[in-house]
């Protein structure tokens, strides 16, 4: 089976930074991504990591660690429209993406 | 440019209605097709994949059915609806051999009464 740990609630200040985690355990790795919702909306795709290290895009960044089984989402310079809830999702298979429960940030003024 | 078209938007169906959602996608050829459900406040469940016409891949075993009769169209269905079956269905797409990222139609808010 699939499993996926983040936090569920994350708050931080407008123009901070702030990292959400992610660990999995799965049967099967192709690789690792990261969905940004907002309240009543669907999800949209902000970045996929296949191989360890860091990918940048503009203010959001994603890190991924393969035998630490462990990535993260990084957001620089917060907005208030940041506020959201942010899924990280494994991709288990060519056509198996599993996603985690979510991650809600407040971002505050 | 790609698009992907999901309706109804919001729907309420009395217990044991049947149910039909459809799904379409433009400006592709030969998608992966996926339908995910979002009870409130929970991430997102995969129920079905297909990879082509006429191939349905379960992931979980329900009251619901999905089926591909043209290669952009998607459709989700059930005979009969339970209480359990409410929450949010999306339709997604990926480009086949492509990693992550899958583009999400709106949504429908399904509530069973």
């Known amino acids: 089976g699939q499993s996926l740990e983040q936090p569920s609630e994350v708050t931080a200040v407008e123009g901070a930074i702030v990292q959400i985690n992610c660990t999995y355990q799965t049967s099967g790795f192709y690789g690792l991504s990261w969905y940004q919702q907002h309240d009543g909306g669907a999800p949209t795709f902000l970045s996929y990591?296949?191989?360890?290290g860091l990918e940048e895009t503009g203010r959001f960044s994603s890190f991924l660690s393969r035998s630490d089984s462990y990535g993260y989402l990084l957001l620089q310079e917060l907005q208030m429209k940041d506020s959201a809830s942010y899924f990280c999702a494994v991709q288990t298979g060519a056509n198996n993406l599993f996603f985690g429960t979510g991650t809600r940030l407040t971002v505050i003024p | 440019s790609q698009t992907i078209h999901q309706w109804p938007a919001t729907l309420v169906q009395p217990v044991g209605s049947p149910l039909s959602l459809e799904c379409t996608v433009e400006g592709t050829s030969n998608p992966n097709l996926y339908w995910y459900r979002q009870a409130a406040g929970r991430g997102l469940q995969l129920l079905f994949y297909?990879?082509?016409?006429?191939?349905i891949s379960s992931e979980v075993p329900q009251n619901l059915s999905a089926s591909r009769p043209q290669d952009r169209q998607f459709i989700l269905s059930s005979k009969k609806l339970l209480l359990s079956d409410s929450g949010f269905y999306l339709c997604?797409?990926?480009?086949?051999?492509?990693?992550?990222?899958?583009?999400f139609g709106s949504g429908t808010r399904l509530t069973v009464v």
């Open positions: 297909s990879v082509g016409i006429g191939q």
């Open positions: 990591n296949a191989l360890d």
């Open positions: 997604a797409w990926s480009v086949p051999g492509t990693g992550g990222g899958y583009t």
